[in-house]
């Protein structure tokens, strides 16, 4: 099992920052890469950053230039800097670790960011 807790969402005007945390316990060692994905009223949830366990990291087109993923090993925890912000990025964000060999997956809480105009 994996725990993922979310932190740091909140409201901000258009062209402010964010900084997303997602903590993880448990089987921290079984993790690979993890991700951060977010879901608009209405939409389907979609990928917003990845980062491997080497530190590859890959972003969608929307975002890239303005978000970036991170993570602290040691600290068993992945960032997510959104830069730049725009009311389209308004959305809920989960942060997601997917697991080596099994091939499982778990999902955090989610953690609402919403951008004003």
């Known amino acids: 099992q994996v725990q993922l807790v979310e932190s740091g969402g909140g409201l901000v005007q258009a062209g402010g920052s964010l900084r997303l945390s997602c903590a993880a316990s448990?089987?921290?060692?079984?993790?690979?890469?993890m991700g951060w994905y977010r879901q608009a009223p209405g939409k389907q949830r979609e990928v917003v950053a990845v980062?491997?366990?080497?530190?590859?990291?890959n972003y969608p087109d929307s975002v890239k230039g303005r978000f970036t993923i991170s993570r602290d090993n040691a600290k068993n925890t992945v960032y997510l800097q959104m830069n730049s912000l725009k009311p389209e990025d308004t959305a809920v964000y989960y942060c997601?670790?997917?697991?080596?060999?099994?091939?499982?997956?778990?999902w955090g809480q989610g953690t609402q960011v919403t951008v004003s105009s």
């Open positions: 997601k670790a997917n697991l080596r060999i099994t091939g499982y997956y778990y």
């Open positions: 980062i491997s366990s080497g530190g590859t990291t």
């Open positions: 448990g089987r921290i060692s079984s993790i690979d890469a």
